[in-house]
């Protein structure tokens, strides 16, 4: 016995009944075979190179910033200017925000 298509192109015989699951796996795939998808995926992928430029350009100006800071927070605090008490708080914070920097990127 000759297997017939079904309405997606593909699949059981008409005579069997198709479970849920494979209806769901068929209309996926007719889904991603879609030119609105395919369009879709293509204009995503064409901006990927730009953003991954900009993620690492934001990185190390974000980099840049905080050993400005670092250094502008430890001169003063060695030489005396700024209390211990405040230098401790301030390069604390600083390296806090690294951390949780850190922690939401993982």
């Known amino acids: 016995m000759e297997n017939e298509d ?27 075979r879609s ?7 293509e204009a995503k992928t064409r901006n990927l190179p730009a953003d991954a430029s900009m993620k690492q350009q934001s990185m190390w100006l974000g980099v840049g910033f905080s050993v400005v800071v670092f250094i502008g927070v430890g001169f003063p605090g060695y030489l005396k ?11 604390g914070g600083l390296v ?9 990127t993982n």
């Open 6 to 32: 079904t309405e997606h192109g593909q699949g059981p015989d008409r005579e069997e009944e198709s479970s849920p699951s494979d209806e769901i796996a068929y209309a996926v795939a007719d889904l991603l």
């Open 35 to 41: 030119d609105a998808t395919r369009g879709w995926i």
């Open 96 to 104: 806090g925000y690294w951390f949780g920097q850190r922690q939401r």
């Open 81 to 91: 200017v700024i209390s211990g008490d405040s230098t401790t708080a301030l390069i």
